[in-house]
């Protein structure tokens, strides 16, 4: 029984397990694959069961079905756009990042966020990605480098004061960085912002809580029985939307997604790309992190790829191949396979 097992592995290690499924199948051993990327499925499996909402909906043989019968399925309903996109006049410059240097996994990295567009964060693991994003909010010290924000430089030492200067990070790990699971969606979506919430005494003003809540669970299409329910009873979809959730209820000015999608399914998916698509026609600055190329392909307007800690390349999404991302993110890998090569 494998459980989404290539959620954290790059493409050639997927190609190597594909390899390694097919001959446990040749050698007759049965095999349930578990996975919410759906592209896989016409690699390895001979038959689709489907569930949604913890019951069985149907199963069928692969040959006998198509991709969007599967998700209309999973979903309930036709799914018409996997990558829902929004056109927007690209703004002024938001948001700012110059020769950011922290620790061994990132290493002179810039780039620029500006209104109107949704940029994708591309790259193979230990690429950096997610310890840039952990750099930029103040969970990991700089060693060295700026972040501005509106053209203003910000003094971040840690993550308080990026909340309060409205740059916010959804982590690549909700259940154990974006979410307390054992307390109550309201204390998850109050938490961070109790220095809007208290008075001068430190006391929570109980109805602007309730009013934040609610606002939060009813903007975002929340599905929760009551807000007192704990975080860790909701699905991967609804533990996303109220990691997300807590920023917005703030006003923050630039929102960080760090594999926003993973673990959950196709609609929840569409669901947040609408918030990420709401938040950029909004004039929010908006970047995400992905290891899914499709998605980032999809998704994204612009894409900036990363290989060893260092920003290797840049493209609008019209220009944007496979091939071309793929190369930036192998670009230091390649070179020494070459300098290896020259020297022997």
């Known amino acids: 029984i494998m459980d989404e097992p290539t959620s954290a592995l790059t493409s050639k290690e997927i190609d190597d397990l594909f390899v390694i499924i097919h001959k446990l199948r040749d050698e007759g051993c049965g095999i349930v694959y578990i996975s919410h990327r759906l592209e896989e499925l016409q690699h390895i499996v001979d038959r689709v069961t489907i569930m949604r909402d913890g019951k069985f909906i149907t199963s069928v043989n692969f040959a006998d079905t198509n991709m969007e019968e599967i998700i209309a399925n999973m979903v309930g309903r036709e799914i018409k756009e996997k990558f829902p996109k929004v056109r927007c006049e690209r703004g002024k410059k938001i948001f700012e990042v110059r020769n950011l240097n922290a620790g061994r996994m990132v290493r002179d990295v810039s780039f620029d966020i ?100 609610d606002r939060t669970v009813r903007n975002l299409t929340i599905k929760l029985p009551n807000a007192e329910v704990n975080a860790a009873s909701l699905s991967g979809g609804n533990q996303q939307k109220v990691v997300v959730g807590k920023w917005l209820a703030r006003n923050s000015r630039v929102v960080m997604f760090d594999e926003p999608t993973r673990g959950i399914d196709v609609a929840a998916k569409v669901e947040i790309y609408n918030l990420m698509n709401e938040l950029k026609q909004n004039g929010i600055g908006v970047f995400f992190v992905s290891s899914e190329m499709p998605e980032i392909m999809g998704f994204a307007d612009r894409i900036i790829v990363m290989c060893d800690g260092r920003v290797t390349g840049e493209l609008m999404v019209g220009e944007a191949t496979q091939e071309k991302v793929l190369e930036y993110a192998t670009r230091f890998e390649n070179k020494l396979q070459k300098d290896r090569a020259a020297t022997a």
């Open 114 to 213: 500006y209104e109107g567009e949704i940029v994708g964060i591309a790259g193979l693991m230990g690429a950096g990605r997610t310890e840039t994003t952990r750099a930029i909010f103040g969970v990991d010290p700089k060693e060295g480098g700026e972040v501005l924000l509106d053209g203003k430089p910000l003094d971040i030492k840690c993550p308080m004061d990026a909340i309060k200067a409205g740059i916010v990070l959804a982590p690549e790990d909700r259940k154990k960085d974006g979410l307390c699971t054992k307390l109550s969606i309201r204390e998850n979506i109050a938490l961070p912002n109790l220095d809007i919430l208290c008075n001068g005494a430190g006391v929570v003003n109980a109805k602007k809580e309730r009013e934040m809540v």
